[in-house]
């Protein structure tokens, strides 16, 4: 869906995006992630023709991007960016309405995808349609841009840093409900982040970049357990196994076990369930579809762990 062959980008001497080379599946969410100025948020926008290429080819449903205009590439292609860019002066509904006005729909037909966009991401149409900019609140106004992002309905969505300015409890939440709206939509996202824990949650594959190389691209598993090199050991300093738990649903382990407890297991990931497990009194947690301890999770889990190593 997106291909990038030794693609560099240069600003006079200084090299901001040195030769990289990777594909994006369709349908896959790929996160780029890596400290301040390695390069990241550079080669999202040279996707977009937001910035020049200086060297090598990017294509993107299979056509040069060189070969395409770049109104209409940007049309085709959703973008959330972290400081939202909502424009101010228009409603919510203005804003969701954008790009399927550029696109020239009918006014009934953007109607009703305002509508099931605003659902979609949680909010009530009737609620928040008519509201502005500055009577939403951060989390709110994240929900609207990923909305206005899915509007013209586009098979690539580029999200740069989209939850970095969220409070921590709330960019949770929306990390979660991004990754189901995903899995629902299947489109193929490039999501570019700093967030270790924000990349392993969501990401079907990880690329780590670093002084604008790429220096390691696989899944969440293989990188944690894989490291390729000390600073992407460093990068993640131990945390990633642990992390890890987070993307596990805590059903896929519990023993069967007749029950009466009124809590399911499917309202839990793993990460949570060994947090309520270490800190609480109880050496195993009930529910209605049976039982997990310590002990049979880390059994469980030793065994898929010795699957990634090398």
């Not at 099931?116 to 509201?131: I, T």
């Not at 502005?132 to 709110?140: D, F, I, T, V, Y």
């Not at 190389?213 to 696989?218: A, H, P, R, S």
């Not at 309202?267 to 109880?282: C, P, Y």
Request: aromatic share 6%.
């Amino acid at each position: 869906m997106i291909k990038l062959s030794n693609v560099t980008k240069k600003y006079g001497n200084f090299v901001a995006v040195d030769s990289i080379s990777m594909d994006i599946k369709q349908g896959e969410l790929m996160v780029i992630l890596g400290p301040s100025g390695c390069g990241k948020s550079t080669t999202l926008r040279l996707i977009n023709k937001m910035v020049t290429i200086s060297e090598g080819d990017i294509l993107v449903r299979g056509k040069n991007i060189v070969d395409i205009d770049d109104v209409e590439l940007r049309k085709s292609i959703g973008y959330v960016i972290q400081s939202i860019g909502l424009f101010p002066h228009m409603s919510v509904e203005k804003n969701i309405a954008t790009v399927p006005t550029l696109l020239n729909w009918e006014k009934e037909t953007i109607s009703k995808r305002i509508d099931k966009m605003l659902e979609l991401v949680g909010l009530s149409p009737e609620k928040y349609k008519e509201k502005k900019p500055a009577q939403l609140s951060g989390g709110e106004a994240q929900r609207i841009g990923v909305a206005r992002a899915l509007a013209a309905d586009p098979d690539i969505l580029l999200m740069d840093e989209p939850f970095g300015a969220v409070d921590p409890i709330n960019r949770l939440r929306l990390q979660r409900e991004f990754r189901q709206i995903q899995q629902n939509l299947n489109k193929t996202v490039l999501f570019v982040t700093h967030d270790v824990e924000e990349a392993l949650l969501i990401a079907d594959r990880i690329c780590i970049m670093n002084h604008g190389k790429i220096i390691q691209i696989g899944t969440p598993e293989e990188i944690s357990i894989n490291p390729k090199n000390e600073f992407v050991k460093e990068f993640f300093k131990g945390e990633g196994i642990l992390s890890l738990l987070s993307r596990k649903k805590a059903i896929d382990y519990v023993i069967p076990r007749i029950s009466n407890e009124s809590k399911s297991a499917n309202d839990f990931n793993l990460k949570e369930v060994i947090t309520l497990l270490l800190t609480g009194e109880a050496d195993e947690l009930i529910f209605k579809e049976g039982h997990l301890t310590l002990n049979e999770i880390s059994r469980a889990l030793r065994g898929e762990i010795n699957e990634f190593k090398e």
